[in-house]
Nanobody, 123 residues
Framework: QVQLVESGGGLVQAGGSLSLSCAAS????????LGWFRRAPGKERDFVAA????????YYADSVKGRFAISRDNAKNTVYLQMNSLKPEDTAVYYC????????????????WGQGTQVTVSS
């Protein structure tokens, strides 16, 4: 059974940093795109970032470009999201996603999803 488990969420003040991790088990995703999405209260799920299977190409939502960095470790079957200069509008549940064959912001390309981790940024 495939599982994606996020960790690293929490409460941080505006301007602070958090680092999220997502560990996959049940199969390897070393040849698939991995991504992060988020859902803010009362809003739909939005794309945050994605990374190619080699880790050499990344793709970010405009809202996080320059502040967030996605990375991966295929040996550990894990994807990371380093979040800097956090803003209150970054408050959301963050989900990792796996299984896409294309570097995309479209959530329907991803076959596997984690349960999410809460990130709260106070002003």
């Amino acid at each position: 059974q495939v599982q994606l488990v996020e960790s690293g969420g929490g409460l941080v003040q505006a301007g602070g940093s958090l680092s999220l991790s997502c560990a996959a088990s049940g199969r390897t995703f070393s040849t698939n795109v991995l991504g992060w999405f988020r859902r803010a209260p009362g809003k739909e799920r939005d794309f945050v970032a994605a990374i190619s299977w080699r880790g050499d190409t990344t793709y970010y939502a405009d809202s996080v470009k320059g502040r967030f960095a996605i990375s991966r470790d295929n040996a550990k079957n894990t994807v990371y999201l380093q979040m800097n200069s956090l803003k209150p509008e970054d408050t959301a549940v963050y989900y990792c996603a796996a299984g896409s064959s294309v570097l995309t912001s479209r959530d329907y390309h991803y076959n596997y999803w984690g349960q999410g981790t809460q990130v709260t940024v106070s002003s």
